[in-house]
């Protein structure tokens, strides 16, 4: 059985990331938005058919924290020196570099002198690749990475990739940070280009995504569309110029580089902050997100927030269906049951338990679709 297209559109919330439109620089524009009546050209139908059972459903759990991502020092009983660097929702790979530069800040102002000091990062996600990476590079520390999983099975690695601050919280006293850390990352995203899989991309959307209300337009410029550019699906629309990162090129190219200047991999999970305590380098980068389960994360930490991210497929164009959220509990997690929260309505009972992760996301998508459920995602559980 193939799903809809219609059905599969309403899925993911109106949407679209078309294909990456040749422009001769990373182009910013400082206005907020723009209003276009006409296209030179129409864009290619996006194809979002999905057969069951032969296209890949892909599932990673990304750690939310409600009040605000963490990213800040704390210094253990025994002297070790931690930066904690996690909880950034679904917008972990856009704010990566930001949040990269920002712990080698915390680190300098430490140490006057930090090349050459080992230091343990904790994670293999996109947070600690980059952490590692711009540790090694800019700092010269002696970096020595720790996780439970490296690439493929990341979470990070079945990113959907779009540079948009989804999904993450910030206090309001701390908008000028998060900016700083936007700017930062969307500038080394452009450094990096190509062959780190980073490129320009145009996102059209029925309507204004808020994914995009507190990125600065000049990073990414929106125009408000009388028009989308398919056919048929031609309404009034918007049009955001972002990048697209596409993380099995990413993340590869930042785990050879790393292994390339020396740094090690090594796998360990860790449970408790004795773990932490027993390491030998006395400097430590948290980035382990969701893996620390009684964890170093005390403050502003909701161990049952987390967003969950489907990609179907495995293309460059894949589209992330950011808006189907899962609430997973501990216990859940641990006895290996997914519980999800239906967010919206008319669609049966208001929660489910599904056993598994792909197959049962794949039966719940068809079960919509068969259902005619309606698109309003974000509805009060």
């Keep these: 059985m193939t799903l809809a297209r219609r059905s599969f559109l309403r899925a993911i919330g109106g949407g679209l990331a078309a294909p990456a439109l040749s422009r001769a620089a990373w182009s910013q524009s400082a206005e907020s938005s723009q209003t276009a009546d006409s296209f030179a050209a129409i864009e290619p139908n996006p194809d979002f058919t999905y057969v069951p059972g032969l296209t890949p459903l892909k599932v990673g759990l990304r750690p939310y924290r409600?009040?605000?991502?963490?990213?800040?020092?704390?210094?253990?009983?025994?002297?070790?020196?931690?930066?904690?660097?996690?909880?950034?929702?679904?917008?972990?790979?856009?704010?990566?570099?930001?949040c990269a530069q920002e712990v080698a800040d915390i680190l300098t102002a430490q140490y006057s002198d930090p090349a050459g000091k080992p230091v343990a990062v904790l994670g293999a996600g996109v947070m600690g690749l980059t952490a590692a990476t711009w540790l090694t590079e800019k700092l010269r520390m002696q970096v020595t990475v720790f996780a439970k999983h490296f690439i493929p099975q990341t979470t990070s690695n079945v990113a959907g990739g779009q540079w948009a601050a989804s999904k993450v919280a910030f206090l309001n006293a701390e908008k000028d940070k998060f900016v700083r850390i936007l700017r930062r990352a969307h500038k080394e995203h452009g450094l990096r280009g190509?062959?780190?899989?980073?490129?320009?991309?145009?996102?059209?959307?029925?309507?204004?995504?808020?994914?995009?209300?507190?990125?600065?337009?000049?990073?990414?410029?929106?125009?408000?569309?009388?028009?989308?550019?398919?056919?048929?699906?031609?309404?009034p629309g918007w049009k955001y110029s972002t990048l697209l990162v596409e993380p099995p090129i990413f993340l590869s190219k930042l785990q050879q580089e790393l292994q390339k200047n020396g740094v090690q991999f090594v796998p360990r999970e860790f449970f408790d902050e004795k773990q932490v305590h027993d390491l030998t380098q006395s400097i430590i980068v948290n980035c382990?997100?969701?893996?620390?389960?009684?964890?170093?994360?005390?403050?502003?930490?909701?161990?049952?927030?987390?967003?969950?991210?489907?990609?179907?497929?495995?293309?460059?164009?894949?589209?992330?269906?950011?808006?189907?959220?899962?609430?997973?509990?501990?216990?859940?997690?641990?006895?290996?049951?997914?519980?999800?929260?239906?967010?919206?309505?008319?669609?049966?009972?208001?929660?489910?338990?599904?056993?598994?992760?792909?197959?049962?996301?794949?039966?719940?998508?068809?079960?919509?679709?068969?259902?005619?459920?309606?698109?309003d995602l974000d509805g009060p559980a």
């Design 66 to 98: 409600k009040n605000t991502y963490r990213l800040e020092k704390e210094v253990l009983s025994d002297g070790k020196f931690v930066v904690h660097n996690y909880g950034h929702g679904g917008a972990g790979i856009t704010m990566s570099w930001g």
């Design 194 to 235: 190509n062959a780190y899989g980073v490129s320009p991309r145009e996102n059209y959307s029925v309507n204004p995504l808020p994914a995009f209300d507190n990125v600065p337009p000049d990073l990414v410029p929106r125009t408000q569309l009388s028009r989308l550019p398919f056919t048929p699906m031609n309404k």
């Design 288 to 375: 382990t997100g969701s893996g620390f389960r009684r964890d170093l994360a005390r403050p502003r930490f909701d161990a049952d927030q987390r967003s969950t991210g489907v990609v179907a497929g495995a293309t460059p164009t894949s589209i992330s269906l950011q808006r189907e959220r899962l609430r997973v509990s501990a216990r859940g997690l641990r006895r290996g049951r997914w519980h999800r929260r239906k967010q919206f309505h008319g669609c049966g009972p208001r929660s489910a338990t599904l056993r598994g992760s792909g197959q049962a996301l794949e039966e719940h998508i068809r079960w919509r679709s068969e259902n005619n459920c309606p698109s």
